[in-house]
T-cell receptor, first 113, second 117 residues
Framework: DAGVTQSPTHLIKTRGQQVTLRCSPK?????VSWYQQALGQGPQFIFQ???????QRGNFPDRFSGHQFPNYSSELNVNALLLGDSALYLC????????????FGNGTRLTVT | AQTVTQSQPEMSVQEAETVTLSCTYD???????LFWYKQPPSRQMILVIR??????QNATENRFSVNFQKAAKSFSLKISDSQLGDAAMYFC??????????????FGTGTLLAVQP
C-alpha cells in the first residue's frame, strides 16, 4: 500500500520563476493538505483540497495556488518565486472524516536562488 | 488565534533512559486534538501519538505517553526506554475542524532530540 508520494524530491529555481509540486495521496484518502516548512521551523498550513476545491487557506499570498484532480492527486503552484519561498513543502493526505490522522509525504525541498 | 509553543529547542537522553518533551498551547476552543509528530532526517512527518481534548485519560502508545493538562493547556510527551531510533525532531501540533477544513494543524517550532549510546 503506497503512502503519500511527492515529486520532485529536490528543486532549484531562480527568483521570479514559477514552480509546480505534485502529490499523490495515500490509497483511499480523499483530502490533501499542503504545508510549508522553513528551515528550523514547524510546518505552516498553506491550504487544503477536497472534492477538487480549495476548502481552507492559511496566511499565504495568492502566488500560492493549487489544484486537486478527480483521482485525488494534487498540485501546488507557486508563481513569481521569492527567496523566502525556499522551504520544504509537505503534502499530507487524510480522509474527510473528523480528525482522521494526517499521512505525510517526504516533501519537496525547494531552493530559490 | 491558536498557538503552540515548544520551549526546548534541543534535548538529549541516554539510551534506555526516559525523557520528557514539553509543549504548551493556547486556544479558546473546547473541542480539539493534540498530536506529537516525529520528523527524522528522512523528512517524513510520522504521527507518534494523539490526544482528544474531551478525553481525560492520557494517551499511550507503547513507549510513548502524554501528560495532558487541559486547564493548564499543557501537553508533554514522555519517551520511556529511549532507543537510538528515537533521535529526531519532535513537533507538537494542535488540530481542529475549522471553516470546513478537517485536520488543519498548527505546529510548534520543534524539539531536536538526541539519543546518546
Amino acid at each position: 500500500d503506497a503512502g503519500v508520494t511527492q515529486s520532485p524530491t529536490h528543486l532549484i529555481k531562480t527568483r521570479g520563476q514559477q514552480v509546480t509540486l505534485r502529490c499523490s495521496p495515500k490509497s483511499g484518502h480523499d483530502t490533501v493538505s499542503w504545508y510549508q516548512q522553513a528551515l528550523g521551523q514547524g510546518p505552516q498550513f498553506i491550504f487544503q483540497y477536497y472534492e477538487e476545491e480549495e476548502r481552507q487557506r492559511g496566511n499565504f499570498p495568492d502566488r500560492f495556488s493549487g489544484h486537486q484532480f478527480p483521482n485525488y492527486s494534487s498540485e501546488l503552484n507557486v508563481n513569481a518565486l521569492l527567496l523566502g519561498d525556499s522551504a520544504l513543502y509537505l503534502c499530507a493526505s487524510s480522509l474527510n472524516r473528523g480528525l482522521s490522522p494526517l499521512h505525510f509525504g517526504n516533501g519537496t525541498r525547494l531552493t530559490v536562488t | 488565534a491558536q498557538t503552540v509553543t515548544q520551549s526546548q529547542p534541543e534535548m538529549s537522553v541516554q539510551e534506555a533512559e526516559t525523557v520528557t518533551l514539553s509543549c504548551t498551547y493556547d486556544t479558546s476552543e473546547s473541542d480539539y486534538y493534540l498530536f506529537w509528530y516525529k520528523q527524522p532526517p528522512s523528512r517524513q512527518m510520522i504521527l507518534v501519538i494523539r490526544q482528544e481534548a474531551y478525553k481525560q485519560q492520557n494517551a499511550t502508545e507503547n513507549r510513548f505517553s502524554v501528560n495532558f493538562q487541559k486547564a493548564a493547556k499543557s501537553f508533554s510527551l514522555k519517551i520511556s526506554d529511549s532507543q537510538l531510533g528515537d533521535a529526531a525532531m519532535y513537533f507538537c501540533a494542535y488540530g481542529w475542524n475549522y471553516g470546513g477544513a478537517t485536520n488543519k494543524l498548527i505546529f510548534g517550532t520543534g524539539t531536536l532530540l538526541a539519543v546518546q549510546p
